[in-house]
């Protein structure tokens, strides 16, 4: 398999810390770094490129945010292989169809410009939820470092390959991996004189999140690992341990009514919650 990092830009702020994010993560993996810069052209646009000379005005534009792109990843890590790709049409179909040979998918948690007002939740999360393979939306800067990975851990086949790349991440940086598994007890556990007994429920947890990683263990003995069972939604356990963290790891189970792959509600809030910048991980 070709191991690329793709990364998309569009001139922002948040587009050059990705670029720097991706350069990083090339550097450490031995991956190749490939730029994409997308130019939507909706029918509207065609008939505004008619006029002379201002496609090529656009198109000159857009090979800037390429080139200035490529000059912060040379700069961040000289020894990477570059290369930049101007693509045509909407950002997320874009970015989406470059999944098919890559690594990862890296953009900035704020969008890529062409979609006013396009925050997280639009193209992050549709990109994040469509994509096979990680797509890392940056939400923090590059240069803050706290030495650990956090992964969300679910007791389901389909979390494997989110453990595969937290503790891939995880050996790459030296870090240690915070697995994070939260429970909650049944909604009536509450009540007086209930047969629920929330600590042997918490060890019993406990154990899950033990056989889930013993084999991870095993295949990355060089990657210190805290188990931590905490006892509340998900979203909040991850959330609150990314302001610990470099990055945050989550698998997608979401799934639309008519087979249409899109983020769970989990994921969507830890991407939307979030200090650090997330990893999600689609099988």
């Not at 953009?107 to 997280?120: E, F, K, T, Y």
């Not at 698998?251 to 979030?274: D, E, K, N, P, W």
Request: proline share 5%; net charge negative; charged share 15%.
């Amino acid at each position: 398999m070709n191991h690329v990092i793709v990364v998309g830009v569009d001139g922002s702020d948040a587009a050059t810390a990705a670029v720097e994010w991706a350069a990083d993560d090339a550097a450490r993996a031995g991956a190749r770094l490939r730029i994409v810069h997308a130019v939507g052209r909706t029918p509207y646009e065609i008939a505004m490129f008619a006029t002379p000379g201002q496609g090529d005005a656009i198109m000159v534009s857009a090979q800037s945010v390429l080139d200035d792109a490529e000059a912060v990843a040379r700069k961040r890590q000289p020894g990477i292989e570059v290369g930049c790709e101007l693509l045509q049409g909407a950002a997320t179909a874009a970015l989406r169809n470059q999944a098919g040979d890559s690594a990862e998918i890296v953009i900035g948690g704020s969008g890529l410009g062409g979609l006013p007002g396009a925050a997280l939740g639009s193209v992050s999360a549709h990109v994040a939820g469509h994509a096979h393979g990680p797509v890392v939306v940056v939400r923090s800067d590059p240069d803050t470092t706290h030495g650990e990975v956090v992964v969300g851990l679910e007791d389901y086949p389909a979390c494997e390959p989110a453990l595969a790349y937290a503790f891939e991440q995880a050996r790459l940086r030296a870090s240690t991996l915070r697995a994070v598994y939260a429970w909650q007890p049944p909604a009536h556990a509450h009540i007086p004189d209930s047969a629920y007994d929330l600590d042997e429920i918490h060890a019993a947890q406990c154990r899950i999140a033990a056989v889930i990683l013993q084999g991870w263990r095993q295949r990355y003995p060089q990657v210190p690992v805290i188990e931590d069972v905490r006892r509340t939604h998900p979203v909040d356990a991850l959330v609150s341990a990314s302001a610990q963290a470099d990055l945050v790891v989550v698998g997608s189970q979401g799934r639309g009514a008519i087979g249409t792959v899109m983020l769970g509600s989990v994921t969507l809030g830890i991407l939307h919650g979030a200090r650090s910048s997330v990893a999600v991980v689609r099988p």
